[in-house]
């Protein structure tokens, strides 16, 4: 897909907007119900203030963290999501754009590339799975992304199957195949760029979730995958205690949104947390993510690593999230429209972008590395952790 670079993660969007099929561009948009949490996500972030210094910064400014055993040359990692046919490439080259710039990538259960593929673009990955299936199936699962070599596990829990969203959810057929595609036609004439990509890998995207694969069976279809995790009764804190002791490795409780549920993630041994409201895609209603990190940092952060996800759009936003208790980030929706824009390269392009706002950021803060930041980098106005009900942006 041709596109170029771009300044800012806004003009990747607008240009994914130009380039994809309305279904695909609203299937990133996502959010549930009214949008008040996706809308919050990003509104904090612009609450947050700097308390910058004008002399005595450091001439060089260094990024690099780890997290969960990874040595990362950002504080930004690629958060798992199950997209499909944003790009023929897809997360391979999301894998490589992230190894490209020396940061780790979570892969999705739900992506359309297998684990092997993506291991091999980027050995720097980490699998994400839901509660899904009985133990046997999920272990299965597992045991393939090990054998492929991933790094560790993020077990992701926020999810309540919400059913609508005010703006209306795209059509997303079980297959696209030719009588799929025609029915899309009007759609996808207009985004002949789109198309063209497809076709030169040889067709339309199948939609089947391959790590989801189940030895003897065929490969499942994104709803088929989705409906036997909706048949799934949710985990006890037991069941994922059992989990992370049978991984015998790094694992990340993603979605935690509260001090009380960050201590059960520490208790039953997690690594790290992500801390999280899936993007504002799961219940409406909840805080902007960054509003609940200072508790959840407060309350755990000698403990266990802390990530922060959702509504990371810029590097400014980084370093507010860093300074206020995490030890990284990672980013969904930004890499995704990088993706859309301009493949691989828009991937990195994005990645730059958030290099570029966190230098500036440290620059002006006067501090030489992002360990170095301090809650005192950041104003917070009074009542920032109480959630705020802000007019949703989403359509
Ligand atoms: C379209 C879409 C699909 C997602 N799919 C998954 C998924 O399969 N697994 C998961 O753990 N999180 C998933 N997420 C949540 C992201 O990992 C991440 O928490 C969220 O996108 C962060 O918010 P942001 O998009 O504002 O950066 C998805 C998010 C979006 C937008």
């Not at 754009?97 to 020396?102: E, L, N, P, Q, S």
């Not at 030895?215 to 989705?226: L, N, Q, R, S, V």
């Not at 922060?308 to 507010?320: A, E, H, Q």
Request: proline share 7%.
């Amino acid at each position: 897909m041709a596109g170029g670079w771009f300044e800012t993660v806004a003009e990747a969007q607008r240009r994914a907007r130009k380039t994809l099929p309305k279904s695909v561009y609203k299937a990133i948009i996502a959010g549930s119900e009214h949008g008040n949490t996706m809308a919050d996500n990003l509104a904090a972030f612009s609450e947050l203030g700097f308390a910058p210094h004008v002399a005595q910064a450091p001439a060089e400014r260094g990024q690099g963290t780890s997290v969960m055993g990874q040595e990362i040359a950002l504080p930004v990692m690629i958060s798992p999501t199950g997209v499909q046919a944003v790009h023929p490439d897809g997360e391979v080259a999301v894998a490589r754009a992230a190894a490209a710039r020396g940061t780790a990538i979570g892969l999705s259960s739900f992506g359309s590339e297998p684990v092997e593929e993506v291991v091999e673009a980027n050995p720097q990955t980490f699998f994400q799975t839901y509660w899904c299936g009985d133990r046997d199936r999920l272990t299965q699962r597992l045991e393939r992304a090990r054998r492929a070599g991933v790094v560790g596990l993020i077990v992701t829990l926020d999810w309540q199957f919400s059913h609508g969203r005010d703006w209306g959810s795209p059509p997303i057929p079980d297959k696209l195949d030719l009588r799929a595609m025609l029915s899309f036609a009007p759609e996808t004439i207009i985004r002949p760029r789109w198309l063209k990509a497809y076709a030169r890998t040889g067709g339309p995207p199948e939609l089947t979730v391959p790590n989801m694969t189940i030895e003897g069976e065929d490969p499942p279809t994104f709803f088929a995958a989705y409906g036997e995790w909706m048949q799934t009764p949710p985990p006890t804190w037991e069941d994922l205690r059992w989990l992370v002791g049978w991984w015998e490795g790094p694992v990340m409780i993603k979605g935690i949104s509260r001090p009380d549920d960050a201590r059960r993630a520490v208790d039953i041994g997690a690594t790290a947390i992500s801390v999280s409201n899936h993007g504002g895609n799961n219940l409406d209603g909840q805080p902007a993510s960054i509003r609940t990190l200072p508790a959840i940092a407060d309350a755990v952060g000698d403990q266990v690593e802390i990530v922060l996800d959702s509504g990371i759009r810029r590097g400014s936003d980084v370093v507010k999230a860093l300074a206020l208790g995490a030890r990284a980030t990672m980013i969904g929706r930004a890499y995704l429209w990088g993706l859309a824009a301009n493949g691989q390269a828009g991937v990195e392009n994005v990645l730059d972008i958030l290099t570029g706002g966190i230098d500036s950021a440290l620059r002006g803060l006067g501090r030489a590395s992002v360990a170095d930041l301090e809650a005192s980098d950041v104003l917070v106005p009074e009542g920032f952790t109480t959630h705020r009900v802000v007019e949703p942006a989403a359509g």
